[in-house]
């Protein structure tokens, strides 16, 4: 089979195309004939960076939607044509092949309205939007959420996730995300390099400031959010940590999140397992109905990956970029 791997954790141009064996999952995982994979700013993070237990040449890549091809012999709950979606245990990674092996219980069902495309742009975006809206902020409706870097593949899934909550939401993204952040029902966006973000937030809040704010930036970013924010109120991290309190622990008692879908392997029990698949059953099932947007706004065919992965790497591109395989319906 055809598959993108990684020589050394030395950057994209060490990413190349070449064949090797088609993967035969373990007792409890499945394999799949790979439809089409998401790309996102972890993979060429890691194509840079590498990860501990990858020995080269390494195949990379974490969102996937396909067709089951064959199910090890301790899994009950999948059987060979079942359409599905996983994000990979970035110990292993794998993604960006024709076939694909995962554990079983990390995999979610699609529904048959929901094509391959908009299935495979959920995990990696979406499953940390949902941890950051649902399980960190639990947000409700009536409050004041503030998303930072609302443009990209979080921050987009966290507008709409926020919005269905009932919140009101205010999306700081670059001029050009603008138009597509309203349409996802943004009660109103705000350009960090032109507007003066605190003076907005003063006037959209009527001065009673923020409940939370999801920080897709860094923690400069989320440092300077933190003064926007409430008493009590509540600040997550998704693409970067502090490395110390923003503000003094006796000031605003706000509560520090982070959100690290990357270590749910390595690091959670087999509970925060099945609930990634639970996320992703969710998030398909609300696509499906026509109550969240997949972002999919450029496909490209599987020989053009690495090409995607450049452009997503400038920060030009606005909204999800999916590779297909060649030949592959939904």
Known sequence: MNVWRLTKPEGLTHLKLEETEKPTPNSDEI????????????????????????????AIGLDVSGTVTEVGKDVVQFKAGDRVLFFADPRTAGGFAEYAT???????????????????????????????????????SGQHIAITGAGGGVGGFAV?????AGAHVYAIADQQHHERL??????????????????????????HLLHSVIDCVSAKSG????????????????????????????????????????????????EHIYHLADIGNSLSNLVAEGKLDAMVTEVLPFEQLVEGLEKLKTMSHSGKIVVVMDEVSA
């Open 31 to 58: 394999c799949i004939q790979v439809a089409a994979v998401s790309l996102n700013p972890m993979d060429y993070k890691l194509a840079n960076w590498g990860y501990a237990t990858w020995n080269y040449p390494q």
């Open 102 to 140: 995962c554990k079983a219980n990390a995999v979610s069902r699609i529904p048959d309205s929901l094509d391959f495309q908009q299935a495979a742009a959920l995990p990696c975006a979406g499953y940390s939007a949902w941890m950051a809206v649902y399980d960190k902020l639990q947000a409700k």
């Open 160 to 164: 709409q996730l926020a919005k269905l």
């Open 182 to 207: 309203l349409q996802y029902g943004a009660d109103a966006v705000i350009d960090p390099h032109k507007d003066n973000v605190a003076m907005r937030i003063i006037e959209l809040t009527e001065d």
């Open 223 to 270: 440092s300077m959010m933190s003064a926007l924010i409430r008493y009590n109120g509540h600040i997550v991290m998704v693409a970067d940590q502090f490395n110390q309190v923003p503000l003094l622990a006796t000031t605003k008692a706000l509560s520090l999140h982070e959100v690290a879908l990357h270590g749910t392997f390595a690091h959670g029990t087999p």
